[in-house]
């Protein structure tokens, strides 16, 4: 079993920042790409930002610029640091995580989620 779990959502003002981090616990071998998704009211579930093991990263459009997604291999953790936060940033953030099991089994893991509300 591997777990995932998301901290550092809050409430925020517009131009604000916060800091997400995924700390992965369990029977981990190896972790590959981690990923942040987000999903605001009434709307489906969108890409944010991934980061591969070798840490290269990629951004949806929208946030560009304004978050940076990064890891510590070492921790099994993965952050998201948010700035120049917008209203229509306000979602449940959601980590994933593709990793390989000591039984060499690969999973795909979501985290429950955190709750960032960005006040205007």
């Known amino acids: 079993q591997v777990q995932l779990v998301e901290s550092g959502g809050g409430l925020v003002q517009a131009g604000g920042s916060l800091r997400l981090s995924c700390a992965a616990s369990?029977?981990?071998?190896?972790?590959?790409?981690m990923g942040w998704y987000r999903q605001a009211p009434r709307k489906q579930r969108e890409f944010v930002a991934l980061i591969t093991g070798d840490d290269r990263v990629n951004y949806t459009d929208s946030v560009k610029g304004r978050y940076t997604v990064s890891r510590d291999n070492a921790k099994n953790t993965l952050f998201l640091q948010m700035n120049s936060l917008k209203p229509e940033d306000a979602a449940i953030y959601y980590c994933?995580?593709?990793?390989?099991?000591?039984?060499?089994?690969?999973?795909?893991?979501w985290g429950q989620g955190t709750l960032v509300t960005v006040s205007s």
């Open positions: 369990g029977s981990i071998k190896k972790i590959g790409v």
């Open positions: 994933n995580a593709g990793v390989i099991s000591t039984g060499w089994t690969y999973l795909e893991v």
